[in-house]
């Protein structure tokens, strides 16, 4: 049998193949016009298509569900990724603006720490000035304290009477 006489091709294995042949149109018959040349576009493979099986059709359209679900999931979860990254980009916005009002702060704080300006303004919005020598006032002597301190502590505290302990002859 000769390989190209039923459109088959074997391979090493014995398995048939479709070989690819020009269309061969029918033989016309005398008086008709001869028909135009076909192009190698025309060319088909002659052997036929094989019909599914309701258990190969069934197969076939569980992977398509199974990959329609699984596209779908990769969407849903790209999606949730945007909306996610958007929050976080958002979040990253207010940090920068935190972080540029906490510099600006500090060099405020520096800026009112400044011994310099804290005596200018002291000196021009508040009016002050050093003291005269007649204006310093000098401690000369303190008190001594009591000799018993405690006492003194609770009187201090307490206020008079209620700091001293009731005697036997009070109660």
Not at 27 to 43: N, V
Not at 99 to 125: C, H, P, V
Not at 133 to 150: A, K, T, W
């Amino acid at each position: 049998m000769a390989r190209g006489s039923t459109g088959l091709s074997h391979n090493s294995r014995g398995n048939a193949r479709p070989v690819w042949q020009p269309y061969e149109p029918p033989k016309r018959k005398e008086g008709q016009a001869a028909p135009a040349q076909k192009s190698k576009a025309d060319y088909h493979p002659t052997v036929p298509l094989k019909t599914l099986t309701p258990a190969e059709l069934r197969a076939i359209c569980l992977v398509v569900l199974v990959v329609t679900a699984v596209a779908m999931g990769i969407i849903l979860l790209a999606a949730e990724a945007a909306v996610t990254q958007k929050e976080i980009n958002n979040l990253r916005r207010s940090i920068a603006a935190v972080d540029d009002d906490i510099a600006n702060l500090k060099i405020e704080i520096e800026q009112s720490q400044n011994m310099q300006s804290i005596r200018t303004r002291a000196q021009e919005e508040l009016g002050l000035r050093h003291p005269a020598f007649d204006q310093y006032v000098y401690v000369n002597e303190l008190p001594e304290p009591e000799s018993d301190f405690g006492r003194y502590i609770k009187e201090r505290a307490y206020g008079g009477a209620r700091s001293q302990a009731p005697t036997p002859e009070e109660e």
